[in-house]
């Protein structure tokens, strides 16, 4: 879906959609999309500002990316209100320029408007944990021989080693 900030010059944009699996991507292969994505909610131009347009509303969906720690699969579900702004991309876009607060938080957009599959990519990654694990005690996998310790537990001992005194060793 399409949001025209010239229809939105008329009246607000209400949506919901349903979006299966693979119509968005995500720009991460180990991120999947395990289930539809359910979004509702609005698109409107803000007052006293020039094409400013605001998304609101609300989106579910189930993702599943590979455990930051032992490479399982990890269920991460989604299930957040957002409130996301754009504006339109000026002339001198792309200059140095210093960003005020206000901007930090802002999205661009070029041409007419913005599409409401990209806002919702930009929410999940939002949403989305910074750490991703299958669970909190997940321990992970043995750097000696790759076993998943969460499977099997294995008797390695890392060895630790400080380069730092690598040049004293030599010295004997």
Known sequence: MFIDVRELELRPAEFTVEIP??????????????GPLKAA??????????????????????????????????????????????????????????????????????GDGVELNDVLREQILLALPMQRVCQESCKGICPVCGQNRNLKDCDCHAETSDDRWAALKMLK
């Open 41 to 110: 909610g609005k698109a409107e131009l803000v007052l006293g500002s020039l094409e400013e347009i605001r998304v609101s509303g609300h989106i579910s969906v189930q993702m599943e990316a590979d455990c930051d720690r032992c490479l399982e699969p990890a269920a991460l579900p989604v299930e957040s209100d957002f409130v996301l702004y754009y504006r339109p991309v000026a002339e001198d876009y792309g200059g140095e320029a210093e960003v005020g607060s206000d901007e930090a938080e802002m999205g661009f957009y070029e």
């Open 21 to 34: 699996p693979g119509e968005i991507d995500y720009l991460d292969a180990k991120l999947r999309q395990n």
